[in-house]
């Protein structure tokens, strides 16, 4: 059974920080890779989606990466903003035929 | 586009009632939809796979008998929670993938109804 794991699992920083938040998964049969984030008691918001053969994604300040034999993808956040304090979910999609979703990484941004 | 909604949002009951949940895909056709709960600071745990027009597949420990499924057309799939309990409270949220699979086989997710039984 695929097994996605988020570290860290908190994490805060000051304003205008770059970070980097890390997926890993088990299974590397997967057909694609996608970020979420969660606002306390929220739905989700879907931020970057990778296709298996795709190396990496970028949206705005948002760059997410996929490196599928090792099984680990990282989304990487430039310049962050108190707005971005939010809960980031990775989740894969496999042969399945199912969302394995991670832990969460929960961060704040400090202003 | 891809947008999905769930109904109610919130919803307080008290214990013994049925709960139903509604979630709709608005401007695309779904044959899959799917059924997560997630508890307080956990992920979300797959519940269930409901594909319209046949039975629901659950994940091994969800009982399908307390947890109904129904899909009954390509944008509505509904949650019924049965004789509901206090342990049954927590956030349900599904997702709808497009008719095709869409890009990617993507998946677009409600926002959410957080389920409270007194």
């Known amino acids: 059974k695929q097994e996605v794991t988020q570290i860290p699992a908190a994490l805060s920083v000051p304003e205008g920080e770059n970070l980097v938040l890390n997926c890993s998964f088990t299974d590397s049969a997967i057909y694609n890779l996608q970020w979420f984030r969660q606002d306390p008691g929220k739905g989700l918001t879907s931020l970057l989606l990778i296709q298996s053969s795709q190396r990496e994604q970028t949206s705005g300040r948002l760059n997410a990466s996929l490196d599928k034999s090792s099984g680990r993808s990282t989304l990487y956040i430039a310049a962050s903003q108190p707005g971005d304090s939010a809960t980031y979910l990775c989740?894969?999609?496999?042969?399945?035929?199912?969302?394995?979703f991670g832990t969460g990484t929960s961060l704040t941004v400090i202003p | 586009g891809a947008v999905v909604s769930q109904h109610p949002s919130r919803v307080i009951c008290k214990s013994g009632t049925s709960v139903k949940i509604e979630c709709r895909s608005l401007?695309?056709?779904?044959?899959?939809m799917f059924w997560y709960r997630q508890f307080p600071k956990q992920s979300l745990m797959l519940m269930a796979t409901?594909?319209?027009?046949?039975?629901?597949?659950?994940e091994q420990g969800v009982e399908k008998d307390k947890f109904l499924i129904n899909h009954a057309s390509l944008t509505l799939s509904t949650l019924t929670v049965t004789s509901a309990h206090p342990e049954d409270s927590s956030f349900y949220i599904c997702?709808?993938?497009?008719?095709?699979?869409?890009?990617?086989?993507?998946?677009?997710f409600g926002p959410g109804t957080r389920l409270t039984v007194l």
């Open positions: 401007d695309f056709q779904a044959t899959t």
């Open positions: 997702s709808a993938r497009p008719a095709g699979g869409g890009s990617y086989n993507e998946q677009f």
């Open positions: 409901s594909n319209e027009g046949s039975k629901a597949t659950y």
């Open positions: 989740a894969v999609y496999g042969t399945g035929n199912q969302f394995y």
